[in-house]
C-alpha cells in the first residue's frame, strides 16, 4: 500500500470526518466540493472537528494539531485528483449524481488512482462501468463518527483486482479503522444491513402516525438499554441523507394506494429541511442540541 495522497470527494458530515481522519493519521489529503460556498462549509466542518479530536485524543495533541496543515481544498476535479493515489467518493447518496461523478472523474484521474466509494446503500456495481478502471474500484465504508466508531467496511466487486482490495485493507489500518472484509457484494455492507431495515421501521411507525419519535426511541432505549433510539441516530446521519435515501426508495418502490416513502420524503423535507433543520450539524432534527431531550435524567422515568 503506497498510498499518500488522498482526495475526498464531497464534504458533508462524513465526508469531513473522513478527510479529517486521514490527515490525522498523516496523508495528505484534498477536499473537494462543486463550489466555494461548499468549500466554506466544509472548512467550518473541519475546525469543529479539530475541537473534537483535540477534546477526544487528548494524548495525540500534536497530530491534531497539524491535521489542518496537510488539507487543501478543490472545486475543479481536475486538481482535486492530480496526485491521487486514492480518490474516495462521499458525494450525496444519488444513484444519477454518483454516476455523473465517476464519469467525470474517470476522465481526469492519474492511471494509478484508485477510486472508493462511501455509499451506504448502493453497490460498486451500479457506478462500475462509468468509471474506466473496474479493477481499481470498490468500496470503502465507514461509520458515523469515525474517530470512536471506527469501523471500514471494504467490499469488491466481481472485478476488482485482489490487490487493490489488500491495499485498501491496509489503508483503513492505516487511517486507524478496523478493516473488515465484506466478501461479496451486499447493499448495505453489514451495519447498514442491519441498522438501515431499524431505522426504516421507526419512520414507519413515525410516517403512520403510529407514534411520534420521542415515543418511538423512549420505548427502544428503555426495552433494550441502547444510548439511542433511531430518530436520534437519524439526526447523527443527517436529515438530507436520510431524506435522499428515502426518496429514492419512494421513486423505485411507488405504491399508488400507500406510498409510505413518499409520505416519509415529504415531512422530512417540510417539517425539517425545509426550515433549516438538518441534525445535530445545524443544533435541530428531531431534537435541539446540544442538550437533547433523550440525555435528560428523565426521560425514560415513568
Do not use: C
Amino acid at each position: 500500500m503506497n498510498y499518500k495522497n488522498v482526495t475526498i470527494a464531497g464534504s458533508g458530515v462524513l465526508g469531513s470526518q473522513i478527510a479529517f481522519q486521514t490527515a490525522f493519521k498523516g496523508f495528505n489529503v484534498t477536499i473537494y466540493d462543486i463550489d466555494d460556498t461548499a468549500i466554506a462549509k466544509a472548512k467550518e466542518r473541519i475546525a469543529k472537528l479539530e475541537d473534537t479530536y483535540s477534546d477526544y485524543f487528548r494524548d495525540e495533541q500534536e497530530a491534531v494539531k497539524s491535521a489542518q496543515s496537510r488539507i487543501s481544498y478543490a472545486t475543479v476535479l481536475a486538481d482535486a485528483v492530480k496526485d491521487a493515489d486514492l480518490v474516495i467518493e462521499a458525494v450525496p447518496e444519488i444513484k444519477e449524481i454518483k454516476q455523473s461523478f465517476y464519469t467525470q472523474l474517470g476522465k481526469v484521474a492519474p492511471e494509478k488512482t484508485v477510486f472508493a466509494t462511501n455509499s451506504s446503500t448502493m453497490l460498486p456495481s451500479d457506478f462500475v462501468e462509468y468509471t474506466g478502471r473496474p479493477e481499481k474500484f470498490l468500496a470503502l465504508h465507514f461509520a458515523n463518527t469515525i474517530w470512536k466508531n471506527n469501523t471500514g467496511e471494504v467490499m469488491e466487486h466481481p472485478g476488482t483486482d485482489p490487490q487493490v482490495v489488500q491495499d485498501l485493507l491496509a489503508f483503513a489500518a492505516a487511517i486507524g479503522m478496523v478493516p473488515l472484509h465484506i466478501k461479496k457484494e451486499q447493499p448495505g455492507y453489514i451495519v447498514n444491513s442491519l441498522l438501515v431495515p431499524f431505522l426504516d421501521a421507526a419512520q414507519s411507525l413515525w410516517g403512520n402516525d403510529v407514534a411520534d419519535p420521542e415515543t418511538v426511541d423512549k420505548t427502544w432505549m428503555i426495552a433494550t438499554g441502547a444510548p439511542l433510539g433511531p430518530f436520534a441516530i437519524m439526526d447523527v446521519v443527517g436529515l438530507q441523507t436520510v431524506y435522499n435515501i428515502v426518496s429514492t426508495k419512494a421513486a423505485h418502490h411507488p405504491n399508488p394506494d400507500d406510498n409510505l416513502y413518499k409520505r416519509i420524503a415529504d415531512k422530512v423535507k417540510t417539517e425539517f429541511l425545509d426550515q433549516g433543520k438538518t441534525g445535530t450539524q445545524t443544533g435541530e432534527g428531531f431534537y435541539k442540541y446540544p442538550n437533547p431531550a433523550y440525555q435528560a435524567p428523565d426521560f425514560l422515568k415513568p
